[in-house]
């Protein structure tokens, strides 16, 4: 069975400071997708990144990256030079191909990040 | 804004009571989905219909039921409602069937209140 792990409950850090946030999933498919989605506090999710697993590349994105890692079953997430609108809970999800990959994804339980001025 | 409606907002009802949510998919979307995120489960896969048939369910309970009509608007009904089903009910749409290669966009999420 597909899990996600996300270890860190709660992070906080002071404004401008780099943050990584971890995530580790359990898969037996050899084709999946990881994605992130940040949900701040207005409540709504906001979509991050998808990747599929014959992608390694890291990502970069602005002030946000991302490690993917197959060796160690990790999709890890950067903010350099963190500011106070990061703030928010942070999922990360994964998604298997198997089936047809109807199933709908599959969620870490979260990690809020905070970001003190 | 990510095009997907969610109504109501809020609901506050009581223990034993059936309600219904309603979702309207990005325009163009075949796909709907309905999860769950209460504080003790987290964030939960229910159900996934695409162009009205449904094609996986998730962790939903025997309580609950869910359509996909022809205008593709979807509906979550919950019926003999419990205090444990308070929580935010998100629903997602998508272009295609295949979840991973395409993006879900979410809705801003109902909050069921069961008193």
């Known amino acids: 069975a597909q899990k996600v792990t996300q270890a860190q409950t709660e992070i906080s850090v002071v404004e401008k400071e780099d943050v990584t946030l971890d995530c580790v999933y359990e898969?037996?498919?050899?084709?999946?997708?990881l994605f992130w989605y940040k949900q701040p506090p207005s409540g709504e999710l906001v979509f991050l990144i998808r990747?599929?697993?014959?992608?390694?590349q890291n990502e970069i994105s602005g002030r946000y990256s991302w490690n993917f890692q197959k060796s160690t079953s990790s999709f890890n997430f950067t903010i350099t030079a963190s500011q106070v609108v990061d703030s928010a809970v942070y999922f990360c999800a994964l998604s298997e191909a198997a089936g047809g990959g109807a199933d709908g994804l599959t969620f870490g339980k979260g990690t809020h990040l905070i970001i003190q001025p | 804004d990510s095009g997907v409606t969610q109504t109501p907002k809020h609901l506050i009802t009581a223990t034993g009571q059936r309600v219904t949510l309603r979702c309207s998919p990005r325009s163009g979307d075949l796909s709907v989905y309905w999860y769950q995120q209460s504080l003790d489960q987290g964030l939960q896969f229910l159900i996934h219909y695409y162009n009205g048939e449904e094609r996986a369910k998730g962790n939903i309970l025997e309580r609950f039921s869910a359509q996909q009509f022809p205008d593709l608007h979807s509906e979550l009904n919950l019926s003999s409602l419990e205090l444990g089903d308070s929580a935010l009910y998100f629903c997602?749409?998508?272009?295609?069937?295949?979840?991973?290669?395409?993006?879900?966009?979410f809705g801003p999420g109902t909050r069921l209140t069961v008193l």
């Open positions: 990747r599929n697993s014959f992608d390694e």
């Open positions: 997602a749409s998508s272009v295609g069937a295949a979840v991973g290669r395409n993006e879900q966009f």
């Open positions: 898969t037996r498919d050899t084709t999946y997708y």
